[in-house]
């Protein structure tokens, strides 16, 4: 008989997914690599929830929110509804002494963000919000080079998140009304991964910034009250300077996602529709870095979950956020892991922004 190594009890995780769409799926599927289980859904509608149980892999389905929340056999409330049930679910989750994974943003509002966040750190509740883009190997080896000072002092950041799925008139979503989106829409969907990811990899926080909102297509069947584009300037603690370009209707970009970081000595580069690599520029010569775990730094090797030269993504992202907030359940402490202080980051972020678009001003971020 072979010899095994005693193995620490890990607790359970059992998860309830409010909500059944794309993103329902996703967090389906992280929690069954991470070892759990889904005992079972929410839907808009029973019969709804119904249609996705085998899709989702989950044992069953609830009447509604409030049977998933007070269920003895659920650990873990997955929130992945539209944006103006955030908070609401979110915090009856955590009030019942669930853990909780809720999609960004955490709240339409920072107050409510504030109140989630205080309440999970009241009730000692794991609670993380899906920034997921931190789980890239190569963001994770762009940060430790930025730490170990191998790019020396970091003076400039640039990038920005392009899409186009919102790109023509008639092109509509629950997303673009206010009421059930927020008051923002681009930067709260996608700017928010963009400042997460800038302040992930620098250590750096953005302290004032100034901002511009455009509605490229004003009528999607109803009128849109909410940006497609917003550009802002920034600067940050350390004294770091930057911009980024938030877009949801640029022709031809799917999900680009990238961030240039340059210091004294070196600049860093990634894009996430090319996660593989790393461009490291430097005034001798420049060089390509590529996901090999023999090769990363630890903290990026621990994350490198497949040979080099087999790609890894999105769905892996998700995956090792998942894995990560199940350690942090068990009482470990996984570097990097976003919580809802990071949910409530973004929350202020997006209200800065916001302001600095009405007045036409700079805005100091609290």
């Not at 072979?2 to 967090?27: C, K, L, Q, W």
């Not at 630890?298 to 790609?311: I, K, N």
């Given at each position: 008989?072979?010899?095994?190594?005693?193995?620490?009890?890990?607790?359970?995780?059992?998860?309830?997914?409010?909500?059944?769409?794309?993103?329902?799926?996703?967090?389906?599927?992280?929690?069954?690599?991470?070892?759990?289980?889904?005992?079972?859904?929410?839907?808009?509608?029973?019969?709804?929830?119904?249609?996705?149980?085998?899709?989702?892999?989950?044992?069953?389905?609830?009447?509604?929110?409030?049977?998933?929340?007070?269920?003895?056999?659920?650990?873990?409330?997955?929130?992945?509804?539209?944006?103006?049930?955030?908070?609401?679910?979110?915090?009856?989750?955590?009030?019942?002494?669930?853990?909780?994974?809720?999609?960004?943003?955490?709240?339409?509002?920072?107050?409510?963000?504030?109140?989630?966040?205080?309440?999970?750190?009241?009730?000692?509740?794991?609670?993380?919000?899906?920034?997921?883009?931190?789980?890239?190997?190569?963001?994770?080896?762009?940060?430790?080079?930025?730490?170990?000072?191998?790019?020396?002092?970091?003076?400039?950041?640039?990038?920005?998140?392009?899409?186009?799925?919102?790109?023509?008139?008639?092109?509509?979503?629950?997303?673009?009304?206010?009421?059930?989106?927020?008051?923002?829409?681009?930067?709260?969907?996608?700017?928010?991964?963009?400042?997460?990811?800038?302040?992930?990899?620098?250590?750096?926080?953005?302290?004032?910034?100034?901002?511009?909102?455009?509605?490229?297509?004003?009528?999607?069947?109803?009128?849109?009250?909410?940006?497609?584009?917003?550009?802002?300037?920034?600067?940050?603690?350390?004294?770091?300077?930057?911009?980024?370009?938030?877009?949801q209707v640029s022709a031809g970009r799917k999900n680009r996602l990238h961030l240039e970081?340059?210091?004294?000595?070196?600049?860093?580069?990634?894009?996430?529709?090319?996660?593989?690599?790393?461009?490291?520029?430097?005034?001798?010569?420049?060089?390509?870095?590529?996901?090999?775990?023999?090769?990363?730094?630890?903290?990026?090797?621990?994350?490198?979950?497949?040979?080099?030269?087999?790609?890894?993504?999105?769905?892996?992202?998700?995956?090792?956020?998942?894995?990560?907030?199940?350690?942090?359940?068990?009482?470990?402490?996984?570097?990097?892991?976003?919580?809802?202080?990071?949910?409530?980051?973004?929350?202020?972020?997006?209200?800065?922004?916001?302001?600095?678009?009405?007045?036409?001003?700079?805005?100091?971020?609290?």
């Amino acid at each position: 008989m072979p010899v095994t190594e005693d193995i620490a009890p890990r607790s359970g995780y059992r998860a309830a997914i409010i909500g059944t769409g794309f993103m329902g799926r996703v967090h389906a599927g992280a929690v069954r690599v991470a070892g759990g289980s889904v005992v079972g859904l929410v839907g808009s509608t029973v019969d709804k929830a119904a249609e996705a149980v085998d899709a989702l892999g989950a044992d069953g389905v609830f009447a509604d929110a409030a049977e998933a929340i007070a269920s003895p056999d659920v650990d873990v409330v997955h929130v992945c509804t539209p944006n103006h049930l955030h908070s609401e679910l979110a915090l009856a989750a955590l009030e019942a002494g669930k853990h909780v994974v809720c999609e960004k943003p955490l709240a339409t509002d920072a107050r409510s963000a504030q109140t989630l966040t205080d309440a999970a750190k009241r009730g000692g509740r794991v609670a993380t919000v899906p920034f997921v883009y931190r789980f890239h190997p190569m963001v994770r080896e762009a940060r430790e080079l930025v730490r170990r000072g191998s790019i020396g002092t970091v003076t400039l950041a640039h990038g920005g998140y392009l899409q186009d799925w919102l790109l023509r008139p008639e092109d509509d979503n629950w997303r673009v009304d206010p009421d059930i989106g927020g008051r923002t829409r681009a930067f709260a969907d996608i700017g928010s991964h963009w400042c997460d990811l800038l302040e992930f990899v620098t250590g750096q926080r953005i302290t004032r910034l100034s901002a511009q909102l455009s509605t490229v297509n004003p009528r999607r069947g109803a009128a849109s009250a909410t940006e497609d584009i917003a550009t802002l300037q920034f600067n940050t603690d350390a004294g770091a300077v930057g911009t980024s370009v938030i877009s949801q209707v640029s022709a031809g970009r799917k999900n680009r996602l990238h961030l240039e970081v340059s210091g004294s000595d070196a600049t860093l580069h990634f894009d996430q529709e090319q996660p593989e690599l790393l461009w490291l520029g430097g005034r001798q010569r420049s060089s390509v870095l590529v996901r090999d775990p023999e090769t990363l730094t630890p903290p990026a090797a621990r994350l490198a979950v497949v040979p080099s030269g087999h790609p890894q993504g999105y769905q892996d992202c998700f995956n090792a956020f998942v894995a990560d907030t199940r350690a942090a359940i068990d009482g470990e402490t996984p570097d990097g892991l976003p919580t809802f202080a990071d949910g409530l980051r973004a929350a202020r972020l997006a209200e800065a922004v916001l302001e600095s678009a009405r007045d036409n001003a700079w805005v100091e971020v609290e």
